[in-house]
C-alpha cells in the first residue's frame, strides 16, 4: 500500500506521492527510510547507562525528532488556517486560506514552512531528551 499526504488537496497529495515515490519498490523505500533513521539518531552515540537508558534515550530522540513536520506540498502550496475570529490565544472559526511559497527561478520553493508537535506534553519527549544529553560524568 502507498500512503500520500497533503494537507492541501487530493491533488496535491498524488503529487507529493508522485514526486517522494515514484515506484513500487517496498524494499527499497524501507532501507533508505532506515538509512535516514540510523543517521538522525546515530548523530549522538551513547556510552555508558542500562540497555532500559539508552533505549529510552533513543526513544525520546526520536519523538523529538518527529516533532517538526513540513507542511508544504511539492508545489510549494501550504495550509493557512491563521485568519479568523481571535479569543485569547486560540483562533475561533479560522478561515482555511492555501497559499503558495515564493520559488526561485527553477521552480523549487525557497524555503519550507512547518509545524511542530514536539512542544506538546514535552515532558514525555523533549525536557527528558535535554536532561539525559546534559547530564555530565553518570
Same mark, same amino acid.
Given at each position: &500500500?502507498? $500512503?500520500?499526504?497533503?494537507?492541501?488537496?487530493?491533488?496535491?497529495?498524488?503529487?507529493?506521492?508522485?514526486?517522494?515515490?515514484?515506484?513500487?519498490?517496498? /524494499?527499497? +523505500?524501507?532501507?533508505?527510510s532506515?538509512? @535516514?533513521?540510523?543517521? &538522525?539518531?546515530?548523530?549522538?552515540?551513547?556510552?555508558?547507562?542500562?540497555?532500559?537508558?539508552?533505549?529510552?534515550?533513543?526513544?525520546?530522540?526520536? =519523538?523529538? +525528532?518527529?516533532?517538526r =513536520?513540513? $507542511?508544504?506540498? @511539492?508545489?510549494?502550496?501550504?495550509? /493557512?488556517?491563521?485568519?479568523?475570529?481571535?479569543?485569547?490565544?486560540?483562533?475561533? =472559526?479560522?478561515?482555511?486560506?492555501?497559499? *503558495?511559497?515564493?520559488?526561485?527561478?527553477?521552480?523549487? @520553493?525557497?524555503?519550507? &514552512?512547518?509545524?511542530?508537535?514536539?512542544?506538546?506534553?514535552?515532558?514525555?519527549?523533549?525536557? @527528558? +531528551?535535554?536532561? +539525559?544529553?546534559?547530564?555530565?560524568? *553518570?
Amino acid at each position: &500500500m502507498k $500512503l500520500a499526504i497533503s494537507f492541501t488537496s487530493i491533488d496535491n497529495a498524488r503529487r507529493n506521492l508522485a514526486s517522494e515515490s515514484n515506484h513500487w519498490n517496498f /524494499d527499497q +523505500l524501507r532501507e533508505t527510510s532506515q538509512a @535516514v533513521w540510523n543517521e &538522525m539518531l546515530g548523530r549522538i552515540e551513547v556510552k555508558g547507562g542500562t540497555a532500559d537508558q539508552k533505549r529510552k534515550f533513543y526513544t525520546d530522540l526520536w =519523538h523529538a +525528532l518527529l516533532g517538526r =513536520h513540513k $507542511l508544504d506540498d @511539492v508545489s510549494g502550496d501550504y495550509p /493557512d488556517n491563521t485568519e479568523g475570529e481571535r479569543r485569547g490565544n486560540f483562533t475561533i =472559526h479560522p478561515k482555511f486560506k492555501i497559499r *503558495t511559497l515564493p520559488k526561485d527561478q527553477n521552480g523549487n @520553493v525557497t524555503f519550507h &514552512m512547518y509545524n511542530s508537535d514536539a512542544f506538546w506534553l514535552t515532558q514525555w519527549n523533549l525536557n @527528558v +531528551l535535554w536532561g +539525559l544529553a546534559l547530564a555530565r560524568g *553518570t
